[in-house]
């Protein structure tokens, strides 16, 4: 079968429902890739007409917004505990200089960490719980949460659906390769991001070696 014929035969709402589902539990404080599904949905909705990029960057919103509001109501809940037992089963994202960092970049912005977190692929894993763990008001997470997830899930979409929709029109003699250089390209771009996370992750924790004044629940309420 044809790339592009088997592109069509990919059931749209079933691309809805995985991008809402994994960008959620990501969200939610579950190591999952859901940026990179995000942009491969983008770029599939580039390939395949049904799929409207629209309704796509809505779903990976709403996934966004509900997974990160869970994970505030499970951190509210589980409190310090909660953080030590993900670090013993996920010490690779939930370890101990990870919260820490996560703490210190709530100390300094506050709600617009929530924002600003969902950029960094660290941080979109930790601000529901942590904001719910510091008892960070809901109204303020709220805000943050909402502006966060329509800004991350919405442009993300946009842009590499449209990066997909160029790239395809210029190679559209050979499909195939059309298709593998909108793909390399979202790749590429997502790599970029996520070095770019690490080397942030890495200053602010070079940062915290001269600082280290410990995060406490009243300071991010206020």
């Known amino acids: 079968m044809h790339v592009q014929e088997w592109l069509e035969t990919i059931p749209a709402v079933s691309v809805y429902l995985l991008v809402g589902l994994v960008i959620g539990v990501e969200s939610v404080g579950i190591p999952l890739p859901g940026e990179f599904v995000l942009v491969s949905a983008a770029l599939l909705a580039s390939q395949n007409g049904d799929i409207n990029p629209l309704v796509l960057g809505a779903c990976a919103s709403a996934g966004a917004v509900v997974g990160d509001s869970i994970g505030y109501a499970i951190g509210r809940k589980g409190g310090k505990p909660l953080l030590a037992r993900l670090g013993r089963k996920f010490p690779r994202h ?115 070696r001269g600082d280290g004044p410990e995060v406490t629940a009243g300071v991010v309420a206020d």
């Open 94 to 208: 939930f370890g101990e200089h990870h919260v820490a960092m996560a703490e210190r970049s709530f100390e300094k912005w506050g709600m617009w960490a929530v924002f600003f977190g969902r950029f960094v692929a660290l941080l979109r894993m930790f601000a529901g719980p942590l904001a719910g763990v510091l008892r960070m008001p809901y109204w303020k997470f709220l805000i943050a949460n909402v502006l966060g997830g329509i800004i991350w899930a919405g442009g993300t979409t946009m842009a590499v659906y449209y990066i997909g929709v160029v790239a395809e029109a210029w190679l559209k003699r050979f499909s195939w390769l059309g298709l593998a250089a909108a793909a390399l390209i979202g790749v590429t771009s997502m790599l970029v991001l996520r070095s770019r996370a690490k080397k942030s992750a890495a200053a602010a924790e070079s940062e915290a």
